[in-house]
């Protein structure tokens, strides 16, 4: 758990611990001589990556960004993705209990960015957090539903049709601010919806930019993963946002970095690079 302030907000960085993912299917067409210099993988060509949560403190209103993996993955996808299921006890050692979170924002629907979107109650699904109301794109809830056979496999409805069905979740048309000083943006590439969260207070800006830029080793304009559906669209998308993030100086929170929670950027000739402290 990582905490510091932006502006009059308080940011603090949870995790619901880290899993396994191909290397290959991380960086897609980029050999694996040049993305292993930055990223080691085990013997079985794994990455291990951080499912990381961001807590937004407005003092009027506590947001939760990204909600995990959770704990109600199938069987045999548990034991693939080393199901670690530890956000809930992590906000607990925090301090956070779950009826404090009033806003959850899911920046698209995989089942490792909204797994504890809801929870397993005898022979119900239910809001993990029954006081909060839920936001995502509309259309990354469409093409969720039609379960493609390329990513159906991503897409798991318990952690969202529930709430869709109570109206406890809601669906989003493009770009909107969610409560004063938090919006989302929409950056089409890994899916076609996904929505980074952008943070203002006090002449400070922060971005959670979710699988757009899932780790620090995914900076390079064309390292871009396998998983995304419209990869060219990804580097418009990241070209999009590095003309405000780094000419603005946002701080970056990244979903998917085991080591870098958040950090700013600076351009270094063509290439942008964690800016050092």
């Known amino acids: 758990m990582q905490q510091r302030t932006l502006g009059d907000f308080q940011l603090t960085h949870f995790t619901d611990g880290n899993y396994f993912l191909d290397g290959g299917a991380f960086f897609g067409v980029v050999p694996k001589v040049l993305w292993e210099r930055k990223l080691q993988a085990d013997a079985s060509n794994r990455i291990s990556a ?27 996808m548990a034991r693939i993705y080393a199901q670690p299921a530890g ?14 979170v009033d806003v959850v924002i899911n920046t698209h629907l995989h089942f ?23 936001y995502v794109q509309e259309g990354e809830w469409q093409y969720a539903r039609e379960q493609r056979e390329r990513d159906r496999v991503s897409y798991i409805s318990d952690n969202y049709d529930p709430l869709v069905s109570s109206g406890q979740m809601q669906l989003l048309r493009g770009n909107a601010e969610i409560v004063p000083g938090i919006s989302v943006r929409v950056f089409p590439g890994h899916t076609r919806h996904m929505q980074a969260v ?15 830029i899932p780790t620090t ?40 970095d085991p080591n870098i929670a958040w950090t700013h950027l600076a351009l270094q000739g063509d290439k942008v690079l964690p800016r050092q402290p």
Do not use: Q
Request: hydrophobic fraction near 40%; charge should be negative; charged fraction near 25%.
């Open 217 to 256: 080793a995914h900076l390079d304009l064309t390292w871009v993963m396998a998983f995304d559906l419209f990869p060219l669209e990804t580097i418009e998308s990241r070209k999009e946002f590095y003309k405000s993030a780094v000419a603005e100086d946002w701080l970056v929170a990244f979903t998917h």
């Open 87 to 100: 956000l809930l006890d992590n906000l607990a050692a925090g301090g956070l209990r779950t009826e404090e």
């Open 198 to 212: 952008i943070v203002r207070s006090g002449g400070d800006t922060a971005c959670y930019i979710s699988d757009l």
């Open 112 to 134: 490792d960015h909204c797994g504890w979107n809801t929870v397993r109650k005898d022979d119900k699904v239910v809001a993990t957090f029954s006081n909060a109301t839920y």
């Open 50 to 76: 951080a499912m990381n949560s961001l807590l937004v403190r407005t003092g009027r209103h506590t947001v939760l960004i990204e909600t995990g993996m959770g704990n109600k993955l199938p069987e045999k």
